[in-house]
């Protein structure tokens, strides 16, 4: 009983905390010292060491995935154009300009009218996948001080694609694996050679250098890689390194 006692004076001599009040949580967040981020921007020209090969979900692809979120049933993949799904599968800096079959249309003149479209365009690339290598390579446990959350928040790209300089691009065919049945599928791709990518990044400098960025990129280009079949993928197209010079 004298325990118990004991406890229950225990209990009533504990002092709750005062609660704060909004007024005070504002008034301590202005004393705290903020210091501004050093914003930096930063140009480098990426080097294809491999091939880049693309693969852009078409439109009709992306249809058939907005009607299985919203429980349409989907429809059933039909005959495949190669050349339609090699168009499909890039990225056009002018979208309006990328070829559509018309009915009826004889193979030849289709084949004419898409290497037409497709010797005066200038395609693009996702800068994301750069990021993404970024944050994978940092994301390894032999790289020891940076993660992969502080390198996709100090050094950050704000344009969503940036164009591809490469020789003309080429149609490509490949076996593939289906997704969903795993079964074997032939898929067309556009693939560019000889690439390069000028890639603009905003970066802190107070929190990494221009020098560590160009080694995390060079890190980047060699163990992941970006595009189709990469390094990351256990594949060995598009390999990069930051060009020098």
């Known amino acids: 009983m004298a325990k118990k006692k004991a406890k229950r004076v225990q209990k009533k001599a504990e ?10 949580e504002i008034e301590s967040i202005l004393d705290v010292n903020i210091t501004a981020i050093n914003r930096q ?12 090969v693309v693969n852009r979900l078409s439109n009709k692809t992306l249809g058939d995935i907005a009607d299985g979120n919203s429980g349409k049933p989907q429809g059933v993949r039909g005959p495949t154009d190669p050349l339609q799904e090699y168009v499909d599968g890039m990225y056009w800096s002018n979208p309006e300009n990328c070829p559509v ?9 289709w084949e004419k009218r898409v290497d037409a479209a497709v010797g005066k365009e200038t395609f693009l690339f996702k800068t994301r996948a750069f990021r ?3 944050g994978e390579t940092c994301a390894s446990k032999d790289i020891r001080g940076v ?28 076996i593939t694996r289906n997704p969903k049945t795993n079964g074997a599928m032939v898929r067309y791709r556009g693939e560019f050679e000889n690439w390069e990518i000028d890639l603009p990044l905003v970066y802190d ?27 990351e993928k256990y594949g060995s197209w598009g390999s990069f390194a930051v060009k020098v010079g």
């Open 15 to 24: 002092v709750k905390p005062k609660a704060v009040t909004e007024e005070e």
């Open 41 to 52: 921007t930063l140009t480098v020209t990426i080097k294809g060491l491999s091939r880049l």
């Open 101 to 109: 079959k018309q009915p009826n249309e004889s193979d030849e003149v």
């Open 132 to 134: 993404k290598a970024l």
């Open 147 to 174: 993660s992969k959350k502080f390198i996709i928040s100090v050094v950050q790209c704000h344009d969503e694609f940036v164009p591809i300089k490469s020789d003309p691009p080429k149609m490509r065919r490949d």
């Open 205 to 231: 400098a107070d929190a990494i250098r221009i020098d560590q960025i160009v080694s995390l990129l060079n890190t980047a280009g060699f163990r992941m890689g970006v595009g189709e079949n990469r390094n």
